[in-house]
């Protein structure tokens, strides 16, 4: 089964219990896509999944580091097995509600998700809202029906990221006191936030393309829809040669080893 999920990267908390909650309906994570989830249907029952942050990890490799084989075999003998993965985040389960925690130095955690996560939430968020920003000072530029998509889409998309960067600015600094104490943060929990700004997005371009439709405005008006529609495209695209070059083992990797410890199936 495939279900569009959306979570922000570093809101494991949400994660976790996302995938505990869909465990005890009979449904465990196979595969992390750009858009869509997997999971495959297992009978239901209680499991505990935890969300771990390996900075090493890279999307472009086609197999696993030594040093992330070498850290999923030691989560595997601790009774831990990994489920899928997106990029540097690394999702484990256990059946075992009394198995010990995969971490347990708070600091060493802090590190490795903020590690993980800087490298591509900072600059990512900064280059949208500059970009949207630049965008709102052309509307002038555009007609009125355009000129209002194209503003709505822009203040919503700086609205976004301000909330995405806030949000892991308020994690950093909570995770740190935290870890000072010697306890684990929760994340920040904002992901149902974004999803539902993203719907937002998603309506008003239904609504744009419909209003256009309805006004008869022709080719001209539907040009607003082009940046979006070819962006989507290409991210689209090159997920999808990318993955495919994944599995063909062509794309580089840091080191030797090409395949995981592969997961026990729970049995039914």
């Not at 750009?34 to 900075?55: E, G, N, S, V």
């Not at 130095?105 to 968020?125: E, H, K, Q, Y």
Request: hydrophobic content about 45%; some cysteine; overall charge positive.
């Amino acid at each position: 089964m495939k279900r569009y999920e959306f979570y922000s990267l570093f809101d494991y908390t949400a994660i976790e219990e996302h995938l505990e909650e869909m465990a005890e309906k009979g449904w465990l994570l196979e595969k992390i896509g750009p858009f869509f989830w997997t999971f495959r249907a297992i009978p239901p029952q209680k499991l505990r999944f935890h969300a771990a942050y390996f900075p090493h990890a890279s999307r472009f490799d086609p197999g696993p580091s030594t040093r992330l084989a070498e850290f999923t075999d030691l989560a595997d003998h601790t009774g831990w097995q990994r489920c899928a993965e997106l990029e540097f985040m690394q999702i484990f389960y256990t059946a075992d509600m009394s198995a010990a925690p995969m971490e347990t130095d708070p600091a060493l955690r802090v590190r490795s998700v903020l590690t993980a996560c800087a490298r591509s939430i900072l600059p990512f968020g900064l280059c949208m809202i500059i970009g949207c920003g630049v965008m709102l000072t052309m509307l002038e530029t555009l007609s009125g029906l355009t000129a209002l998509f194209a503003g709505a889409v822009s203040g919503l998309c700086i609205l976004y990221y301000a909330i995405e960067l806030c949000a892991f600015a308020l994690w950093i600094w909570r995770a740190t006191r935290a870890s000072d104490a010697g306890e684990m943060a929760d994340s920040p929990r904002h992901s149902g936030v974004l999803r539902a700004l993203q719907w937002t997005a998603f309506v008003l371009m239904a609504a744009f393309a419909l209003g256009s439709a309805a006004l008869g405005a022709g080719n001209a008006r539907f040009a607003g829809l082009l940046p979006i529609t070819a962006a989507a495209a290409l991210v689209m695209g090159a997920e999808h040669i990318r993955e495919s070059l994944r599995r063909r083992g062509t794309l580089r990797s840091r080191t030797a080893p090409s395949s995981l410890p592969t997961p026990r199936r729970l049995s039914r």
